[in-house]
Every structure is written in structure tokens, then in C-alpha cells.
């Protein structure tokens, strides 16, 4: 895996690019492989990395065409507020996450919604956006015409605090979104709920992965 990271970066990129801060983009892809399923902007970067935006923003979309990672946008009416939203990023393989990623394997929630995401972008009839508003969030928010799933990833659902903060959010997002197809991917859980009318699945991540039914 290292080395197979060397190769996109050196033949994929610098190579074809003719990057002379070869450095710099190899910090970027480490800080986005170690951040997976965070949200991130191109201006908070920069002062990580003592660099411009649009270097920023240069090196990010190499990264994705190379197929190294690939962001995701905030779910909004407006096309306008989808672009200057914050994006979340993900691995493109979350191997090469585990193996360049700095202390990332302990965190399994992240490794968990990496992987729901790679999945969904496999979908090639759907669009997929996170949902977000001062206080909450909802991992996915599907689209097709209209939204028509909400999918929180929640690892260990059985924590009270953790089910009480991912369902509210869930719950908010299906009512701006009049969305009341609600899904909640876990490790082991497997159960229908009903909370404020609204019905709630939840199904472990091994078997939405067999079978994936994105649908109204």
C-alpha cells in the first residue's frame, strides 16, 4: 500500500503535472487520508500547510482525478451555498487510509461511513450529499429527483447519549428534507424503531453492504 501511494503521487501526478512542491502534496493527501468522514474547507488548509487556496484547491483535484480520495458537498436547494459549504472527504480505498493515515485504524465509526460512502458512489443513479445545520447532521442524504434516504452511520448505537444526538439529527433532516425513508447503519443492530411517528432501520453494515436498496 505504501508503495502502491508512491506510485499514484510520483507517475500519476508529479509526473504528469511537473509539480515542483511534490512536499506539500504529499502532506495534503496524508492530512485528507487521516481526516477521512470530517468535513474540511480549502482556506483551513492552507495555514496547515502555509499555502495558498488555490493550491489548495489545485493539489485536492489531482488527488481526485488520480482516484485517491473524493469529497462530498452539503446538501442545499441552492447550488450557490453546495459550493462554499465545507466538503467531506473520503478515501477512495480504505486500506491506503489505514496505511498512510496518521493513528487512524482505532477509529472504526470513520472507517465505518468511508466505507458506506465508497459504496454509494458506486451507485451510478443516485447523487449523495451530508446534511447539516447549526446543530446537527446526517451522514448521507440521498437523491434522486428528491431526496429519498437518510443514512446515519453509527457504529455503536447502544451508547444513549450517541442514539440520542444521531436521531435527533436524523429526525430534523427528515423534516426539512420530507424525507421518511430513515436508515441507521451499526455494527451489529438490526431492528425497526418508531420515534414521533417517523420509522427508523436499522441494519448492520455487513448486511447493507449485500444488499443495498437506495429507494423511496
Do not use: M
Request: with cysteine.
Amino acid at each position: 500500500l505504501l508503495t502502491y501511494f508512491d506510485d499514484i503521487l510520483t507517475k500519476d501526478i508529479e509526473k504528469r503535472y511537473k509539480l515542483k512542491e511534490s512536499e506539500k502534496l504529499r502532506a495534503l493527501a496524508r492530512f485528507y487520508l487521516t481526516n477521512i468522514s470530517n468535513t474540511i474547507t480549502f482556506n483551513s488548509i492552507k495555514k496547515i500547510l502555509d499555502t495558498t487556496t488555490n493550491t489548495i484547491e489545485k493539489f485536492s483535484s489531482y488527488l481526485e482525478e488520480a482516484n485517491v480520495l473524493f469529497f462530498i458537498k452539503r446538501f442545499s436547494f441552492k447550488v450557490k451555498e453546495q459550493e462554499k459549504a465545507a466538503r467531506k472527504i473520503y478515501a477512495t480505498d480504505i486500506g491506503l487510509a489505514n496505511a498512510i493515515g496518521f493513528k487512524f485504524s482505532s477509529n472504526i465509526g470513520k472507517i465505518a461511513e468511508n466505507i458506506v460512502a465508497v459504496e454509494l458512489k458506486k451507485n451510478e443513479n443516485i447523487e449523495f450529499y451530508y446534511w447539516h445545520d447549526l446543530q446537527n447532521e446526517v451522514d448521507f442524504a440521498i437523491k434522486k429527483q428528491k431526496v429519498v434516504q437518510l443514512i446515519q452511520v453509527c457504529w455503536n448505537i447502544n451508547e444513549y447519549k450517541t442514539k440520542e444526538r444521531e436521531i435527533k439529527a436524523l429526525l430534523k433532516a427528515s423534516k426539512e428534507l420530507k424525507c421518511k425513508n430513515l436508515i441507521v447503519i451499526t455494527e451489529d443492530k438490526e431492528s425497526e424503531e418508531k420515534i414521533k411517528n417517523k420509522k427508523i432501520n436499522y441494519i448492520p453494515l455487513w448486511k447493507w453492504l449485500l444488499k443495498i436498496n437506495v429507494s423511496e
